[in-house]
């Protein structure tokens, strides 16, 4: 099994302006940065190779010259892949329950400001948060937070709180507590 990114051919600029980065004021020198260390498969191969051609050779290569052949899976496995993913892998206990200790960051721009958060994070709980940016809330922040520590780092227990503590309206100016929740988003 192989997992990675292989870039074949894209527009830098485009490329960079749809990455999340921090400040939008630098986008123009991000540009020059990340053009300066990506490397696309076009400006290596020969003249006359396209996408679906390298993927042809890349698939070739990678089944052992074409010996080996795809394996189909039947609706069983399938169902059982399902049934695995539902009862383990998309659980909070498997994704951050016995995750290590992490510190989190995201930031967003909305139309009521840009909001950065920080977290804190030990075994899927969150130890300290803090809020970040230009949004106009009424209230100070501290009982939000307060309320938040101790709690699952979850998107939607995170809506829960936020909706709770009528979050939108007193400390984020307006911004919908659906937005901010997804910033937890995994």
Known sequence: ???GTLLFDTNVDTMVHALNVADEKFMSKAAKSVRSRVGMIKNYAPKETTMDSFFEA???YLSNQGKDQEIILDSAQNAQITDLQKRQFSTWDWNYGKSPAFNFHSHEKFTGGAVDVFAQVEEGIIRDIHFEGDFLGLLDITPLRQKL???KF???NIKRVLD???ASDNYFGHIPNHDIAKMFAS
């Open 164 to 166: 709770e503590m009528d």
């Open 154 to 156: 979850d998107e939607a």
């Open 149 to 151: 520590i101790g709690q």
């Open 58 to 60: 890349l698939q070739y």
């Open 1 to 3: 099994m192989h997992h």
